[in-house]
């Protein structure tokens, strides 16, 4: 057990010399990977509905996989559009799969942002209140790029799903933290 927390130990100070000896790198690659982050999720912006439209593949999944039961009839109202498990399963699900790619896309975001910060060694809720600011700046700028895409609308409760989602982001990263024993960065 001793010779286990000295080697913790002798990790936690390798991996403080290595953060001193090459803050410059690190903070670089963090950077450029947000970057990155949000050049594809503005990639995926830019693409038209169409594009986008994983309806055919559900069409033939559906063929090949068959449901032995009766759907329930739930039904709501997002953005004016009204969708039905029971009427139109296949946008019902197309609905449910994109609004679920909004909170990870975002929740990589935050998490890459958060991590981003503490790694410089920022107070937490400031990196918390920074990276949810990036994801309602970046989310509002997706939403804008989106009405000049064909057949794709703009909306500002998408906004709201991506602030839930990097909300998650950051939840689950500290999470993970805390379980594996570490400060929640």
């Known amino acids: 057990m001793i010779t286990l927390l000295k080697a913790e130990k002798r990790s936690t100070r390798k991996q403080r ?10 903070i670089l690659w963090l950077m450029l990977a947000v970057l990155l982050w949000i050049v594809i999720i503005w990639s995926f912006s830019a693409q038209s509905y169409q594009q986008q439209n994983i ?3 559900l069409h033939k999944l559906s063929q090949k996989v ?3 039961f009766t759907l329930p009839d739930v039904q709501f109202t997002y ?5 039905s498990l029971k009427q139109r399963p296949y946008a019902f699900v197309e609905f449910l ?4 790619a909004h909170l990870f896309v975002y929740a990589i975001l935050a998490i890459l ?6 790694y410089k060694r920022v107070r937490a809720m400031k990196c918390i209140a920074a990276a949810l600011m990036v994801v309602v700046i970046i989310g509002s700028m997706d939403e804008y790029i989106q009405q000049f895409s064909p057949n794709r609308t703009s909306s500002v409760r998408d906004v709201g ?4 989602g990097g909300c998650f982001g950051i939840a689950i990263y500290t ?3 805390a379980v594996r024993g570490r400060k929640p960065r």
């Open 113 to 118: 942002v958060y991590a981003g910060l503490r």
């Open 79 to 83: 953005s004016g559009y009204e969708y």
């Open 55 to 57: 309806q055919p593949w």
């Open 97 to 100: 799969f994109r609004k679920t």
């Open 17 to 26: 010399s290595e953060r001193k000896r090459h803050p410059f790198r690190t």
């Open 66 to 68: 068959h449901i032995g």
């Open 161 to 164: 799903v991506d602030f839930i």
């Open 175 to 177: 999470g993970i933290r």
